[in-house]
């Protein structure tokens, strides 16, 4: 059982960002989380002097519309990091293809990760939201995706929640092959998701709770409210 390093501050994107950095400057090979949590913690990662340019990036989980639209996770990658930082210091940003179907563009993004990592990819980090439903990634609950044993990536038909569009998604395997797992959750109204998958016992049904890396590191960085109904 995975025990969990759980830490309750007052700004948790100054901590995830330090994070970030520290791995990125190792040349470490990361999954972002999308959504709007993380921006913040990646703009500050932006801010730093430190030269990311031997890390790679990766999406944790990704929306199928354009590159422009306001719903991508890249966009949101691009203009909270990657676009800020100067050439020579940016990390490698690996987009997913939505130009393809969900199917069709999950096999591209594993075939990337092989040919990037290797036929049994492991992160170096995986930085996981967490949903008010318990999600994470694009893994929703009751949903096929979450019975995927074996592919690093797959396509999602139908997202459990908004935006309501076809997704592509790193999988759990994947997930819990990384070396260090950090969720980074904020505000009270993830309190109750907080709860169900941290608490003792973890509700297996919320996805999140399904996310332990067996050899890695698992983490949580919280601020107060997300943390109220965690009994600590
Ligand atoms: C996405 C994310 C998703 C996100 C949670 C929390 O593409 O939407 O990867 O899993 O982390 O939905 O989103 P917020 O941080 O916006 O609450």
Redesign the pocket.
């Known amino acids: 059982m995975t025990a969990t390093d759980i830490r309750v501050v007052m700004d948790p994107a100054a901590e995830v960002a330090r994070m970030l950095v520290d791995v990125a400057c190792a040349g470490g090979q990361i999954a972002l ?6 921006q913040r913690a990646y703009e500050i990662a932006s801010e730093s002097d430190a030269d990311l340019s031997a890390a790679t990036l990766w999406l ?4 199928m519309v354009a590159p422009d639209d306001e719903r991508s ?1 890249l966009r949101m990658v691009r203009t909270a990091l990657t676009d800020r930082l100067p050439e020579e210091r940016r990390p490698r940003l690996m987009a997913v293809d939505t130009a393809l179907g969900p199917d069709a563009a999950a096999t591209a993004y594993e075939s990337l990760l092989w040919e990037t990592i290797g036929r049994h990819p492991r992160l170096d980090l995986a930085l ?5 439903d318990g ?5 929703f609950p009751g949903q096929p995706a979450l019975a995927e044993s074996h592919r690093s990536v797959i396509g999602v038909a139908q997202a459990g ?1 908004e ?1 309501l569009v076809a ?1 592509v ?1 790193l999988t759990l395997p994947l997930f819990n092959r990384a070396r260090e797992v950090v969720f ?4 009270a ?2 309190a109750a998701a907080v709860a169900r998958v941290f608490g003792t016992p973890p509700d297996e049904t919320a996805p999140a709770a399904r996310v332990r890396p067996g050899a890695g590191k698992l983490m949580l960085v919280l601020d107060e409210p997300a943390a109220a109904e965690l009994g600590l």
């Open positions: 989380s999308g959504g709007s949590t993380p944790g989980d990704e929306r996770n996981m939201g967490l949903g008010p999600h994470t990634a694009s893994l929640m935006p997704r998604t980074l959750v904020a505000g109204d993830k």
